[in-house]
């Protein structure tokens, strides 16, 4: 369990993850009404600069961003090619995703996309940013928000390797 990271509840109140509650009576120490800016699936290049720039929030004093890229290897083997397919429901269910995060934390600002699509090495994947009041809630926030994208939204990954052996990841 993370000690000491601060995760919002619905009744209006912060606490922390050793369980205790703490009162904030500044409105930036708790999520935004409506934190969510930026969602997506899409078959074009991503932007770090677009997601980053989507979730600036002036009561954040924490904005954790993550990208995943395209690598030459997986499993000690060379990757040729890879392309990501996402199910017709996929943004649905990125929406479902952020909306459990921002729930569960004080989100002030929320953004994800990922991409669709034939990709070459490094090209961005997914980038995805989370702004909270402080930085070990974004933190989490972003970690969670990945991790559940990566679990439960529907796209899948085809790799293809040097060796001719091709696979699907997620599917």
């Given at each position: 369990m993370l000690s000491g990271i601060r995760y919002y509840v619905k009744t209006g109140r912060c606490g922390t993850m050793d369980g205790m509650a703490?009162?904030?009576d500044h409105p930036g120490e708790?999520?935004?009404?409506?934190?969510i800016r930026l969602l997506a699936v899409?078959?074009?290049p991503l932007s770090v600069d677009e997601v980053f720039g989507a979730v600036g929030d002036a009561a954040a004093?924490?904005?954790?961003l993550f990208v995943g890229t395209v690598r030459n290897h997986d499993g000690g083997a060379e990757v040729g090619a890879l392309g990501y397919s996402a199910h017709p429901t996929a943004e649905a269910e990125l929406r479902r995703v952020a909306e459990k995060v921002a729930a569960d934390f004080p989100v002030r600002a929320l953004a994800a996309v990922h991409r669709v699509g034939d990709l070459a090495i490094g090209d961005l994947a997914v980038v995805v940013a989370v702004s909270c009041p402080h930085r070990a809630e974004a933190f989490a926030a972003c970690r969670r928000l990945i991790d559940d994208l990566k679990r439960e939204v529907p796209i899948w990954k085809h790799q293809s390797f040097a060796d001719g052996t091709e696979e699907w990841v997620g599917a």
């Amino acid at each position: 369990m993370l000690s000491g990271i601060r995760y919002y509840v619905k009744t209006g109140r912060c606490g922390t993850m050793d369980g205790m509650a703490h009162s904030y009576d500044h409105p930036g120490e708790l999520a935004a009404a409506n934190p969510i800016r930026l969602l997506a699936v899409r078959d074009t290049p991503l932007s770090v600069d677009e997601v980053f720039g989507a979730v600036g929030d002036a009561a954040a004093g924490g904005t954790a961003l993550f990208v995943g890229t395209v690598r030459n290897h997986d499993g000690g083997a060379e990757v040729g090619a890879l392309g990501y397919s996402a199910h017709p429901t996929a943004e649905a269910e990125l929406r479902r995703v952020a909306e459990k995060v921002a729930a569960d934390f004080p989100v002030r600002a929320l953004a994800a996309v990922h991409r669709v699509g034939d990709l070459a090495i490094g090209d961005l994947a997914v980038v995805v940013a989370v702004s909270c009041p402080h930085r070990a809630e974004a933190f989490a926030a972003c970690r969670r928000l990945i991790d559940d994208l990566k679990r439960e939204v529907p796209i899948w990954k085809h790799q293809s390797f040097a060796d001719g052996t091709e696979e699907w990841v997620g599917a």
